[in-house]
């Protein structure tokens, strides 16, 4: 079951950290490869040779590719312990719904907060804000999207709390007053040692932030 | 005479255990429609009017207002490859995924593949014109040629028999040849793409496949209506 396992990730990645946290909450070990993604490795082209994105999990030498798709091997494969996904196939379509959500519209919504002009950066917090809001009320009353335990939806989410700070010095967007239960929910997930120590220092990624930004966003 | 059919559907709604929300024309509620016929499962199926949108549409898909809608014993199950998951944990015959979790998780990504990329690619090439479409062609077929390496020694993407990608894939063996006729583009030929034809031609003229197909003649009406809406738009004003 164990075997040999490899990630190939890219430390500020979103999509990264997920498969990270996963990981962490199985208490599986692997060996993490840093990926320099304007200079792809030879390794990552001949795993990932259709969408060559991280992360990739390879196990056993075989390539797992796209975030939610290698959670859901990881929780497949190491199903002795730490559910991601619950049992019930109702709620599992629930969780497989809004996991899909947060990147489908979470996170296209987040990239069109950079955008080059005043006005279409406006639009894109106007719309970035609403799909979290959206998220808000999804969550509800509830510890986690899970319900009494983290879960799937609140893994794909989670790593997003990583850039609220950034978003808050750059563009102004201020998720602890305009979803508060998010918000919330994020200090939650934080308690937990395998979110904590996906984290990265803030400062560091603030300036990977900052820095990435600057590409899109002329004023 | 959609409002008719509505109250007969919301009289029918109370009763019934399944229904599906779909349209005539709709590539992704055929994927449920394919997965719930392939399991011999009964249902009752709403045509819905997405110019119109029915209230209980609205109620259950509140936040895409879209089609597929599988509503199984009143709880609403959205996003078609999410419900075929769905269909396939709940009722075990004629499995559509395979147990083991490397090649679940294979399946899984090419039917991301399809709806993120190859999809997309496609749908750029039958709207767009001049340079713009040529550089959709090369992209559109780049993807192709992904798909085509994937069926190499096998039948279906599933193997002997249709599953997940190929229901995943489904639209391809129908609109594909329908948006070549109406735009004039060939992009795929049995020459480049053997494997790929050959698999449009079982998945097409499989059983339940081959029933299932709205009306060629209506679809051929309805996307040269579309391209004409694209068109005007890129016209030189």
């Known amino acids: 079951m164990a075997g040999e396992l490899v990630l190939l990730d890219f430390w500020p990645s979103l999509f990264g950290m997920r498969v990270r946290i996963a990981l962490a909450e199985k208490g599986v070990k692997y060996e993490s490869k840093e990926e320099d993604l304007s200079n792809k490795s030879p390794l990552l082209l001949e795993m990932n040779p259709i969408i060559k994105q991280i992360p990739v999990l390879i196990h056993n030498g075989k390539p797992v590719c796209e975030s939610l798709i290698i959670v859901q091997y990881i929780d497949e494969v190491w199903n002795d312990k730490s559910p991601l996904l619950p049992s019930d196939p109702y709620q599992r379509a629930q969780a497989r719904f809004w996991a899909d959500f947060v990147d489908k519209k979470v996170y296209v919504a987040s990239r069109k907060v950079w955008r080059p002009k005043r006005e279409e950066q406006e639009e894109g917090k106007k719309e970035f804000l609403e799909t979290l809001k959206t998220m808000e009320a999804e969550l509800g009353d509830k510890p986690y999207f899970g319900g009494e335990t983290f879960g799937y939806v609140d893994l794909a989410f989670i790593p997003f709390y990583s850039w609220f700070p950034s978003y808050k010095v750059l563009d102004n967007i201020n998720i602890e007053a305009e979803c508060p239960k998010i918000f919330a929910w994020a200090k939650r997930c934080m308690q937990k040692e395998a979110v904590a120590k996906t984290f990265h220092d803030e400062k560091k990624v603030y300036e990977f932030v900052a820095k990435t930004r600057k590409k899109y966003v002329s004023a | 005479m959609a409002s008719s059919a509505t109250v007969t559907a919301n009289q029918l709604i109370i009763m019934a255990e399944l229904k599906l929300f779909r349209t005539w ?213």
């Open chain 2, 25 to 237: 024309s709709s590539p992704f509620p055929l994927r449920v429609v394919w997965a719930l016929d392939f399991k011999g499962i009964q249902y009752d199926t709403i045509f819905e009017d997405l110019s119109n949108k029915s209230s209980l549409l609205l109620q259950y898909n509140p936040i895409y207002k879209k089609v597929p809608v599988l509503v199984h014993n009143g709880k609403p199950l959205l996003e078609s490859l999410v419900i075929l998951e769905y269909i396939d944990e709940t009722w075990k015959q004629t499995p559509l995924l395979p147990e083991d979790p490397y090649e679940r998780a294979t399946a899984r990504f090419w039917a991301k593949f399809g709806d993120d990329k190859v999809l997309p690619s496609i749908w750029n090439v039958f709207i767009k014109q001049g340079k713009d479409q040529e550089e959709a062609i090369v992209t559109a077929q780049e993807n192709l040629g992904f798909v085509e390496r994937q069926l190499t020694g096998k039948k279906f993407f599933n193997g002997e028999t249709i599953g997940f990608v190929d229901l995943a894939f489904g639209w391809l063996a129908k609109l594909l040849s329908l948006w070549e006729e109406v735009c004039g583009v060939t992009l795929i030929d049995h020459e480049k793409f053997p494997l790929l034809s050959e698999w449009i031609q079982n998945f097409a003229d499989a059983p339940i496949i081959k029933e299932s197909w709205p009306p060629r003649d209506k679809l051929i009406t309805k996307y040269q209506a579309l391209l004409e809406v694209y068109t005007s738009k890129e016209a030189p004003k």
